[in-house]
């Protein structure tokens, strides 16, 4: 009879070859609840799914060291699940930190990686994967023979990625997972809930949702299914509405604030149920940018229905390397962040930032910012 080891902290899960031992992970995942399971856990893990059907190209020359390999079509577009790799699990551990807060964890053939994949439809060097301080993920090619796939598209360069994305890696297929997400999957349940799924219309989150969440599971859980950042009603300035003569009905209305009322919005209970997802939007401007619109018009991608907002009153571009940047459209009564206004050129924006638009304020939250503020509610 096998006695059970006693697990006390992460290494104890750990095998010789510096992998995850999936059969004490398993039985800790059954023992103990989701909480205990994350804490002792602490860190991502890539796991492996499944052995990939395809199509290899042996090579003719003794000096080429990886062969082709070029999976099948079906197999790309096969929903990834619990395959003939689950039992492979890396962890995205390192005892000692990276330059400005960044690690790295390279992935290929030989024993110079961190994660050794013995293949030789992987190649020496096949790619590698940046972990920020504030737990972001971009993986990078390295070269080889072999394409990698991110959501069954070829790489090429760096992407992001995040929690549930499918890897593809010469033969064989991986999952980025927080440990939240890894214990739903060893205890055998599938989430299903996307943030599209839980966004009406008018570009605003189901608050009640939203906040169930954030209460049954933990910070990285909830920051993957956000992903992005949100503008979260906080308040409304006081003023007058004021209509010039000759104004159609469907005219913005100019706002003034009432200056004795000082510069800080009222805070209203109901507008803090107001959560915008700031999602990359379907559709690609011409010149390839990724545009958010805000604006009382239906063809919005955020639609704010109040009559102080212009039709198309602002705009959020999302930047290459994660970054925001909001501009405003000549609205009638303007955008400002944190008292001040931005004109029209384009303005990053920081989490916590307070950004007015009309006669409402809203505080931009990244994804742990928002789980907090959740929480606390």
Same mark, same amino acid.
């Given at each position: 009879m096998t006695r059970k080891r006693n697990i006390e902290s992460v290494t104890d899960l750990l095998t010789a070859g510096g992998r995850l031992d999936y059969q004490a992970l398993e039985r800790l995942s059954r023992e103990c609840p989701e909480q205990h399971f994350?804490?002792?856990l602490g860190h991502w893990v890539l796991a492996g799914d499944e052995v990939m059907r395809g199509q290899v190209t042996p090579s003719r020359s003794e000096t080429v060291e990886t062969v082709a390999f070029r999976p099948a079509t079906a197999d790309l577009a096969d929903p990834p699940g619990t395959g003939s %790799?689950?039992?492979?699990?890396?962890?995205?551990r390192k005892p000692e930190g990276g330059a400005g807060g960044v690690q790295s964890f390279t992935?290929?053939?030989?024993n110079e990686n961190d994660f050794v994949i013995s293949d030789y439809a992987i190649s020496r060097f096949q790619a590698v994967i940046h972990v920020t301080r504030d737990t972001r993920f971009r993986i990078r090619v390295l070269g080889g023979s072999n394409p990698v796939y991110v959501n069954q598209l070829p790489i090429a360069g760096e992407t992001p990625l995040y929690d549930g994305d499918a890897v593809i890696l010469g033969r064989f297929r991986f999952q980025l997972f927080a440990p939240s997400s890894l214990y739903l999957r060893l205890r055998g349940i599938q989430p299903d809930t996307s943030i599209r799924q839980l966004i009406n219309a008018m570009g605003q989150a189901d608050y009640k949702v939203l906040k169930e969440c954030a209460h049954r599971h933990d910070r990285d859980f909830f920051a993957? %299914?956000?992903r992005h950042p949100s503008l979260v009603g906080s308040g409304v300035f006081r003023g007058y509405g004021v209509r010039l003569a000759g104004m159609g009905p469907e005219a913005t209305v100019g706002f003034l604030p009432d200056i004795t009322a000082g510069n800080n919005a009222m805070p209203v209970r109901?507008?803090?149920r107001a959560i915008y997802p700031l999602l990359p939007p379907e559709r690609i401007e011409e010149?390839?940018?990724e545009i958010l619109a805000i604006g009382r018009g239906e063809d919005n991608d955020i639609r704010m229905p109040d009559d102080a907002i212009s039709n198309r009153h602002a705009r959020i571009r999302f930047g290459e390397t994660g970054q925001y940047f909001l501009r405003d459209l000549n609205s009638t009564n303007g955008v400002f962040i944190n008292g001040q206004t931005i004109g029209d050129r384009d303005r990053e924006v920081f989490d916590g930032d307070r950004i007015k638009i009309g006669r409402h304020e809203f505080t931009l939250m990244f994804p742990s910012t928002l789980y907090h503020h959740l929480i606390a509610r």
């Open positions: 994350v804490r002792l %790799l689950a039992e492979v699990i890396y962890l995205f992935l290929g053939r030989t993957q %299914l956000m109901v507008l803090g010149d390839g940018s």
